[in-house]
């Protein structure tokens, strides 16, 4: 099923075309991978689509229905939401604090919990996608970027988000962890999210997509399935 699409958008800084003509879609279940070089237009693109910016011509549609999000929470009140590379993690908070910071604001769904029940559901919501950390008090400052990265984004599965954008999430990361990540992600794929995957590192795209859209000085250069670009399924 067809979560979010773009038609024909685009997006004007001035003089300056960021994005001409971008149409995607996103499926549940289905990770689709944006790949382009600085300056294609790919931090143009999660901005729209998380709300921060918005677009100068096309249609963007939720479920359907035609939207003009004004602001982020727009975005996550209709189940978008988005890992930035910075991960919004505060680096002396423990593990727990951090997977339940702003809560409040993710449609009230942050119910009576007790500290210890938080802790219990920090650490099963993270282990459920194989990420094992034992104590939920370490402060996630001193956690790999891969387990950061983790937490990020299963804060935001586990607070109801329909649709994932990851903004190059294995970006800052070696070998080992950007496999953790990877596949992590391709679990939260496989619980029936749809992903946007940016990045800039094919291999990893390869390794999880399912559908490829590159994107170069603003246009889409390609758009293809994974059997289209020569892959296995
Ligand atoms: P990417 O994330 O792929 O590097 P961006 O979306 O950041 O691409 O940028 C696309 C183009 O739009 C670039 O030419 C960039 O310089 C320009 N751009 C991005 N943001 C702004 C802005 N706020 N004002 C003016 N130009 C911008
Ligand atoms: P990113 O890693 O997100 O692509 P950038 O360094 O490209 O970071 O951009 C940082 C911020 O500056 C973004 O908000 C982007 O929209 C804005 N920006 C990028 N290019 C320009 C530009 N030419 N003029 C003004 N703002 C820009």
Redesign the pocket.
């Known amino acids: 099923t067809e979560i979010l699409r773009l038609t024909d958008v685009g997006k004007s ?2 003089n ?1 075309h ?2 001409r003509g971008v149409s995607l879609t996103v499926r549940q279940g289905e990770i689709t991978c944006v790949l ?10 999660i ?1 729209i689509i998380a709300g921060l910016h918005q677009h100068s011509e096309g249609v963007v549609m939720v479920n359907g229905e035609e939207i003009h999000f004004s602001s982020p929470r727009e975005s996550l009140d209709r189940g978008i939401a988005t890992v930035y590379q910075d991960l919004a993690l505060a680096p002396l908070m423990s593990v727990w604090r951090n997977f339940f910071m702003g809560a409040e604001i993710r449609r009230g769904l942050l119910r009576s919990l007790d500290v210890s029940a938080m802790k219990r559901i920090a650490g099963e919501e993270l282990l459920r996608m194989g990420i094992d950390i034992p104590d939920m008090d370490r402060p996630v400052g001193g956690l790999s970027g891969g387990q950061r990265q983790c937490i990020a984004i299963a804060r935001a599965v586990y607070f109801g988000a329909k649709v994932l954008i990851l903004d190059e999430p294995t970006a800052a990361l070696g070998v080992k962890q950007s496999g953790v990540v990877l596949k992590y992600v391709a679990r939260a794929r496989d619980a029936g999210l749809g992903v946007v995957f940016i990045t800039h590192n094919p291999h990893h795209a390869y390794l999880v997509g399912n559908h490829f859209v590159i ?1 170069n000085r ?1 246009l889409v250069s390609l758009d293809a399935s994974r059997s289209e670009v020569g892959l296995e399924q």
């Open positions: 800084y001035g300056v960021a994005l382009g070089d600085n300056g294609a237009g790919k931090s143009t693109l901005k994107l603003g």
